[in-house]
DNA sequence: TAAATAATGTTGCAATTGCAACATGTTAAT
DNA sequence: ATTAACATGTTGCAATTGCAACATTATTTA
């Protein structure tokens, strides 16, 4: 349902990827691809793998601008900061298709594959914007307490459970938070005294009841 | 170009607004909107007018969640939040139209004004997509003098100057970079000292070189 | 135009944070 | 199977931040 080519079969995907003059690639795991794709205007399509969009500051910090799992988008993603700061990199093998934004716009058949395909861009778009804004949302507190919770309580939503599990390393959630590692381990241990979570690993059981902190 | 009936006559889009149901709003400047709109897969578009999303969290914090202009969509940003926390402010008079996102893509009309409809929201979705990118990028900075580096010299790339006018208050500001008002102005302050920016009224003059810090 | 409301500006202080400098545990590569 | 590389965990300390409590200046609105 939210594959870019959901009802669309193989013959009409590959001609519709001819006529926008698309490209398919694939990457082993750890790789850096920025270069292959550095270009303005283009839409990257995560087919299958797991790629990260990586800012280095001038502080050597890292921060993951974006995590992309399979049907989800970037490229548009640079456009409008350009910069040799940014790079996307594979922590999976991935297929990615790169796809001329402009051609897609500009594309004139009406053929009811291309509309079916079209809808599908609109729904992993759609979904993009709700990541991006869950992100701001979990960014815009103002404590790494605060920071963690509300990435606890997204997650814990997402489930419908209070158990979780983190789909990275805590190295990762500190740079996806962008917090001090080492400072949010501090503030976990906090959680932790207090009772609110529980860590065994990579699985976190959050403990707010009917505590104003929970809706 | 951004405009979502970019090159559609009226006749065909009340016609396509008809059919998709949608519904178009008119609100007065300063009016809190949320209770008419607080539905999950919506798209609001926001065809004139200024929209503040905001979040009052239970310390009192004002965050801003998104800043909306001409043709930029919201809705779909509340899918996955839900939430009474959240509440879309008119901050002028605005209009509004709402579309049921699931109409769109059930909809199967093939008329060539309805395909031209559809990219003009990849646009605006692709826009919006873009304007996220950036508000992480900044928001991701750890500090405040960093926060305010990165907003600056985006603004200024974007206008293609050393000067930049800032679209809104300070107390504006310091609720879309997610830090307290006073010691952001703690940090003008410093930033002004050392000759890094010169602030007159809205009106920002960056000065930064060749520097590490632009590029 | 006066009063009310909102924005700007300043400062001390306590709380939070990032950073350095570690130790230990786990996973991957030769 | 051992090393190398990476993830987790801990702590002290200095820097940054949020908050409170103000004064002053703009901007609305009655």
Redesign the pocket.
Known sequence: MNDLFYNISDDEKEKILRNLEANTFNFQKNKTILSSVKQENIIGVLVSGYLQIIKNDY?G?KVIIDDLYDNSIFGTTMSSISSSEYSIVTKEDSKIIIIYFDEIIKANFVEQSYMQFIKNLLNIMSNKINANNVRIEILSN????NKLLSYFKIMSKKNKSNILYLPY???DLADYL??????????L?NLKEEGLIE?KNKRITLNLYDDNDFE
Request: aromatic share 4%; charged share 35%; net charge positive.
């Open positions: 502080n910090n103002k404590t790494t307490r390393t805590f190295t962008s917090v001090d590692r080492t400072s949010m381990h501090r503030e241990k860590i």
